[in-house]
């Protein structure tokens, strides 16, 4: 018993500096969305346009910050459900795409990775290489991220056409249908609608602080959209079918590991996917320590473009 309480003690006196570094990535995310979408055309661009290049930083800054909407999905970011989901909204403002729909797409994923969502697999039945891969390296380069941000005119849609859209992009193999199916239901899409609206008066204040300069922000976000739609199947890419579970592992250096919140042990994570980040690093030694190939050379392969169903 008292081996027992002792335990529960420990676990919890570790996880509080974690959850104070968790609040402090939140603020420094808010702080990084702030200056990208106001502070640098208001204060900085109008003193020197060279200031543009700082955009880089949330560019780089792309993974850790979908991380930590990540741990939002699954509920790990914050303990208290409410406050983990209102911050989850918040950041998924500044992502650009409504909280809602990301945890559906997410979920989603975890449930039909490598059965209904096979990205990359084509069948020479019904298509051919030819056919399948202009889509498939728009979505690798940046259409993914595209296709969050264009769900955003979803929100203005009656219950009907959504439910409509659903049944008729709706196939074997491809969760869309799922996904709109489950936006279209009255709480989801109450939150669905009053983020999608956050976002488009949010975004549409930034290009009007951006001014002449709204390329800037515009080439930034395209920055976003390559790095969050080229990491997505990093992690899938020609592994085995009708598993669920199956995800890579893939090597970073320790610092670019904590950085990214360890989403590069990703194998680990859909085999566990209550875990918070930090738990992640000791399963995966628990495991055996084995990383699937890097995570550049992960990224780097996708480009070998669309896999035959064998």
Request: hydrophobic share 45%.
């Amino acid at each position: 018993m008292t081996d027992v309480g002792t335990g529960r003690t420990n676990r919890r006196s570790r996880e509080r500096p974690v959850r104070a570094i968790n609040s402090w990535l939140i603020g420094a995310a808010v702080v990084v969305g702030a200056f990208q979408l106001f502070l640098l055309p208001s204060i900085l661009l109008p003193y020197d346009p060279m200031w543009g290049w700082s955009l880089l930083a949330p560019v780089l800054l792309t993974t850790p910050f979908w991380s930590l909407i990540h741990e939002a999905v699954h509920g790990t970011l914050i303990r208290r459900r409410e406050v983990n989901d209102l911050c989850g909204r918040a950041l998924a403002l500044l992502y650009g795409s409504p909280f809602a729909m990301l945890k559906i797409g997410h979920l989603l994923h975890h449930r039909y990775s490598r059965t209904r969502e096979r990205t990359e697999i084509y069948d020479p039945a019904t298509s051919s290489w030819a056919k399948t891969a202009p889509g498939y390296y728009v979505r690798l380069c940046g259409g993914l991220y595209l296709l969050e941000v264009a769900a955003l005119p979803l929100a203005a849609l009656p219950v009907a056409v959504i439910r409509g859209l659903g049944r008729r992009v709706d196939a074997p193999d491809s969760v869309a249908g799922l996904l709109f199916e489950r936006i279209a239901q009255a709480k989801v899409l109450r939150q669905f609608r009053t983020d999608a609206a956050a976002i488009v008066v949010l975004y549409a204040a930034a290009f009007l602080a951006y001014g002449r300069y709204g390329w800037m922000l515009l080439a930034a976000l395209g920055g976003r959209a390559f790095v969050i739609s080229l990491s997505d199947n990093a992690y899938h890419y020609g592994t085995d079918l009708d598993a669920p579970l199956e995800a890579l592992n893939l090597r970073l250096p320790g610092v670019l590991e904590q950085a990214a919140l360890s989403f590069n042990l990703h194998g680990v994570h859909h085999r566990h996917p209550g875990l918070r980040w930090y738990e992640l690093r000791e399963e995966f030694l628990d495991e055996g320590g084995h990383y699937d190939l890097g995570w550049a050379a992960a990224a780097a392969r996708q480009f070998r473009g669309p896999i035959e169903l064998g």
